[in-house]
């Protein structure tokens, strides 16, 4: 599939493909899409010392980059063992074009940046100290056969149901599910009715919040204790 450089409203840059009409993120704002819905609406609100992440896609590994700054905030007591699949990586040329590192405080971000796309799949590193990092290169239905530890946060960011609409279907929902633990955290840009009613059949506590700039609702979801 080709891709495109677009600039998004807030400044940061997302890739467009041209043969789905889709956009990786929000046109209204890339870096501020990621902040409000997986940092401010996901990790913000998990408390734990020690936090599973499951993010379905990498793309172009904003929400890794987004969870770091996040995590370079925090006590350095916390470990984060993030995991992430992607079956069509970007290449190295859009990386650079995207230059998100631009957009950080932190100028070791940049080094971060670089090492996160050029790691080696499927294999887990510890990117900086208590941040463990593995991306693997699958279709998001092989999620079924990964070894993981219960997950406490889901970044769910798949693409929308517009052009991917298996992956807003119970399929999906029900292997994340079962790699969650109870109590865990699903966050997601989607505010469907369709995607609530899924959660809530998967015994999920479903709550809709404000959604980020250019979108009115957004969705969190509490995997309950199962009966």
């Not at 769910?156 to 279907?169: M, T």
Request: charged share 30%; aromatic share 12%.
């Amino acid at each position: 599939m080709r891709r495109e450089i677009r600039t998004t409203s807030d400044g940061s840059k997302t890739l467009y493909i041209n043969e789905l009409n889709e956009n990786y993120h929000s046109h209204h704002g890339a870096l501020q899409e990621a902040r409000h819905v997986f940092i401010n609406n996901g990790l913000k609100l998990v408390n734990n010392c020690e936090i599973n992440i499951l993010e379905l896609g990498f793309g172009t590994g904003l929400n890794v980059l987004v969870t770091i700054d996040e995590f370079l905030k925090t006590d350095k007591n916390h470990v984060i063992e993030y995991f992430t699949i992607e079956k069509y990586p970007v290449n190295e040329d859009e990386i650079l074009e995207l230059a998100y590192d631009s957009f950080f405080d932190e100028a070791i971000i940049k080094e971060y940046n670089k090492k996160l796309h050029q790691c080696e799949w499927n294999k887990t590193i510890e990117l900086l100290p208590n941040f463990f990092f593995t991306k693997y290169h699958c279709d998001f239905f092989e999620l079924k056969d990964l070894k993981l530890p219960n997950i406490d946060l889901v970044y769910y960011d798949c693409f929308g149901a517009r052009v991917q609409p298996d992956l807003w279907e119970k399929p999906l929902f029900q292997m994340v599910s079962e790699k969650m633990k109870s109590g865990g955290l699903l966050t997601t840009y989607s505010s469907k009715g369709s995607v609530r009613r899924i959660l809530e059949a998967l015994n999920f506590k479903v709550e809709k919040k404000a959604g980020p700039p250019g979108k009115r609702e957004m969705i969190n979801a509490i995997k309950l204790t199962e009966a």
